[in-house]
């Protein structure tokens, strides 16, 4: 058994869509390098995937010290055994004090699988990340029950200590050309990337919708907006915004919209810059999806409605009068 | 077909408390119920076993009040239902909790899938159900909002993911995490909710499961609680009224998208 002090070192994996390097790898690469180098150690990024070590380089330039990468057809896919037998191992050869993962949901079941190989603890879905100058423990700050409290936990017997980050809570790192670090190309043995799950189809519908993860501005609907039709107008807002679409549970009970676009309790959980909340009446299952957005707008016909209770700007009115004053006005 | 769904009680989200001192959810005399996500899981195993046949086995770890929750499984249509309670297991983190429930399964042994919910909504950490996997060494599939087919050993099913869906075929026996959209649950019958009051629950101890003292509880948790608070709340909102609402609905939205 290694002690703790032989751990040393900041890792990220990184999140990659077809071989394009998704923007909460920066996110994740930015806040490594601030931790790294309040411990003063460096930073490596783990690129898995196929197709994907010409992205090495830009990695460099967003902050890693060292990119260990496996570029394999093997896994084009994230399968979580493959993917955790690698990581496990990378991890048991060089001992970092830390580990990161996105909090996205393929990563979070991964980063689960790997704490259980590692017999390491794991904290989700952190939005603050911090070092304690006494100890160099990581101090993981996340939202719970549903964003009613935050709660800031600790690892200090275990290493890694390991996290999942919930995208768009850290800022990117910036690009720097002039960065230089060293790229590592892991050719592994056939017995790494066994798998017992495989994937036979990927079906994209980024087409027709936009994901409410990563969207700045949600624009979302209710009861109140009473058919399906009438989501029109809320994409239509949505557009001229630069946003997306996003509904309670009961309009999509209803039918109304997809579930994807769920938000609440047995939904997404959102956190973005605007959520503009319309003919929603806000009871506590949809609010602990979207009480931690930066700005709330309410429009409904009811004053007394819950979602004023949090809401920054509200007006009381029809939906169907507001909101295609709104899209006028943002043309 | 046998089915293992592992469900969790948690507390009414109206009615959430925390102990001040230990920091630690109060979960003993809070009106508990069955996590969201879990009712999907325990219909889609009903649903299995009406189409293949088999048994359907729900599993919790809690508190002795955590009975009512198995209780409601067996209303529900579940065949038989197992409560881990054992004050070794108070303070288990999500990789302890993972073992404790592993440690059952393994008890049960006879088991093709096992489903669980997404995550559960007083934690929200979505990390129990992968870990189970991990503990036992089988193959998983999260986020499934359908299960297409089961056959010869393998089941297909579609995981939600960011961008829409993948479909992915697994050998069995496999752990599947399932998401709202995957099925309706049904209400429990009349006949059930006889059933659920007479059935017997089986109660294991550490020692029933073998599970390593070191594994389980605080001592087996690899995270600690330093600290929780509350956030401030949210400041009074400025409600637009009258004529020139829109417009200063408008001029506010324009002062925060700059």
């Given at each position: 058994m290694s002690t703790i002090a032989e751990y040393k070192g900041v890792w990220v994996l990184g999140e990659h869509r077809g071989g394009a390097i998704q923007p909460v790898t920066y996110e994740l690469l930015g806040k490594a390098r601030e931790l790294a180098d309040k411990l003063g150690v460096q930073v490596s990024c783990l690129l898995l995937g196929?197709?994907?070590?010409?992205q090495a380089q830009e990695l460099i330039h967003r902050g890693a010290d060292k990119v260990y990468v496996v570029d394999d057809p093997k896994i084009e896919h994230v399968l979580e055994e493959p993917y955790a037998r690698i990581i496990c191992d990378l991890i048991r050869k060089h001992r970092p004090e830390i580990l990161l993962f996105a909090a996205t949901s393929l990563c979070r079941s991964l980063a689960s699988r790997v704490a259980v190989g590692l017999n390491v603890g794991l904290t989700g879905d952190c939005i603050g990340l911090d070092i304690n100058p006494e100890d160099r423990c990581l101090l993981m700050t996340k939202p719970a029950l549903g964003g009613t409290c935050m709660t800031t936990i600790v690892?200090?017997?275990?290493?890694?200590q390991m996290a999942t980050v919930r995208p768009k809570a850290m800022k990117e790192a910036v690009c720097d050309g002039q960065r230089k670090g060293v790229v590592e190309i892991l050719e592994l043995q056939?017995?790494?990337?066994?798998?017992?799950a495989k994937v036979l189809e990927v079906v994209d519908e980024t087409a027709s919708t936009v994901n409410i993860m990563d969207a700045n501005v949600i624009v979302s609907g209710g009861r109140a907006m009473a058919k399906a039709e009438n989501f029109k107008m809320l994409e239509e807002l949505a557009k001229v915004l630069n946003g997306a679409v996003g509904a309670s549970r009961a309009a999509v009970d209803e039918g109304w919209i997809a579930y994807s676009h769920q938000v609440g309790q047995t939904g997404k959980t959102v956190c973005p810059k605007i959520y503009i909340a319309c003919g929603i009446s806000g009871q506590i299952q949809h609010l602990v999806g979207m009480q931690s957005s930066d700005t709330i707008i309410a429009i409904n016909k009811d004053a007394s409605a819950p979602i004023f209770k949090v809401a920054n700007y509200g007006i009381v009115g029809d939906v169907f009068e507001v909101v295609p004053l709104l899209i006028k006005r943002f043309q | 077909m046998n089915i293992i769904v592992c469900i969790k009680q948690v507390p009414d989200t109206a009615d959430i408390k925390l102990d001040g001192a230990t920091k630690k959810l109060l979960r003993e005399g809070i009106k508990g119920m069955i996590n969201p996500f879990d009712m999907y899981a325990i219909e889609e195993g009903l649903r299995l076993k009406d189409k293949l046949g088999g048994k359907v086995t729900a599993l919790t770890m809690g508190p002795s009040g955590a009975e009512s929750a198995l209780r409601e499984a067996i209303a529900l249509g579940c065949d038989e239902a197992v409560l881990l309670c054992d004050p070794a297991f108070a303070g288990s983190d999500t990789l302890a909790t993972s073992y404790v429930l592993s440690c059952a399964i393994k008890k049960i042994k006879d088991y093709d899938i096992i489903l669980c919910g997404k995550q559960a909504l007083d934690g929200d950490t979505a990390h129990v159900g992968p870990g189970i996997a991990g503990h036992l060494d089988i193959s998983q599939i999260v986020?499934?909002?359908?299960?297409q087919d089961i056959k010869e050993g393998s089941v297909s099913a579609q995981r939600m993911t960011e961008y829409g869906y993948d479909v992915l075929e697994s050998q069995l026996p496999c752990l599947l995490t399932v998401v709202k959209d995957i099925n309706v649950p049904r209400l429990p019958s009349l006949k059930g909710k006889m059933k659920a009051k007479s059935a017997t629950i089986s109660v294991w101890k550490a020692a029933d499961i073998a599970a390593e003292e070191a594994r389980i509880g605080l001592k087996g948790s690899a995270t600690e609680v330093l600290k929780v608070t509350t956030p401030p709340a949210r400041p009074q909102g400025k409600i637009f009224e009258g004529e020139g609402a829109v417009d200063g609905l408008v001029e506010a939205l324009k002062g925060l998208m700059k």
């Open positions: 196929a197709g994907v070590k010409i690892s200090r017997s275990h290493r890694p056939e017995s790494f990337f066994i798998s017992r | 986020n499934v909002r359908k299960i």
